[in-house]
T-cell receptor, first 115, second 113 residues
Framework: DTGVSQNPRHKITKRGQNVTFRCDPISEHNRLYWYRQTLGQGPEFLTYFQNEAQLEKSRLLSDRFSAERPKGSFSTLEIQRTEQGDSAMYLC?????????????FGNGTRLTVT | DQQVKQNSPSLSVQEGRISILNCDYTNSMFDYFLWYKKYPAEGPTFLISISSIKDKNEDGRFTVFLNKSAKHLSLHIVPSQPGDSAVYFCAASAREYGNKLVFGAGTILRVKS
């Protein structure tokens, strides 16, 4: 399967703990996006990378959140000192930016539950 | 500030009939519009898209219509099949905003056999 891969699929953690999620995009894709989805809502943009450069971060992304894409391939999203409000589905997507429009391809997400 | 709105939380349609899902947007900078389909426990899957220079795009049973003056788009599924039952998200992007997608809240489609 050469789609977007996310690990782990599920994560349960206690409030105050740190968690890290990993995303492996489609190999030839140069853009990588992180989204968050809560029940009854559409995905909300968090941040995106072009190659290894983080180009934009949403105001939703507090300073407890950090994302990296060190070699322009896989990416990690870390949440420090988790809070119950962080419980959500975290989605990663990738695309090949050529200057013209192209759809984002999503992984199956990591579901985070903070107890 | 909800820039993309799907005002119908759910829609129920008989198998074989047409399903029409609607979406409105407020930002006139959006130049690319997409529909995604999502099954439980899976990520959104790209379905069909349309550029702002067009008013219609067709792919098999799926057609997307864009009315720029009304800032409205719709997805038509004909004929509807039980396997089409899923959550459908409308999304929009603008080159000026790095092509990141802004999503609506989704519409649950149920196709009854």
């Amino acid at each position: 399967d050469t789609g977007v891969s996310q690990n782990p699929r599920h994560k349960i953690t206690k409030r105050g703990q740190n968690v890290t999620f990993r995303c492996d995009p489609i190999s030839e894709h140069n853009r990588l996006y992180w989204y968050r989805q809560t029940l009854g809502q559409g995905p909300e943009f968090l941040t995106y990378f072009q190659n290894e450069a983080q180009l934009e971060k949403s105001r939703l992304l507090s300073d407890r959140f950090s994302a990296e894409r060190p070699k322009g391939s896989f990416s990690t999203l870390e949440i420090q000192r988790t809070e119950q409000g962080d419980s959500a589905m975290y989605l990663c997507a990738s695309s090949f930016e050529t200057g013209s429009n192209s759809p984002l391809h999503f992984g199956n997400g990591t579901r985070l539950t903070v107890t | 500030d909800q820039q993309v709105k799907q005002n119908s939380p759910s829609l129920s349609v008989q198998e074989g009939r047409i399903s029409i899902l609607n979406c409105d947007y407020t930002n006139s900078m959006f130049d690319y519009f997409l529909w995604y389909k999502k099954y439980p426990a899976e990520g959104p899957t790209f379905l069909i898209s349309i550029s702002s220079i067009k008013d219609k795009n067709e792919d098999g049973r799926f057609t997307v219509f864009l009315n720029k003056s009304a800032k409205h788009l719709s997805l038509h599924i004909v004929p509807s099949q039980p396997g089409d039952s899923a959550v459908y998200f409308c999304a929009a992007s603008a080159r000026e905003y790095g092509n990141k997608l802004v999503f609506g809240a989704g519409t649950i489609l149920r196709v009854k056999s």
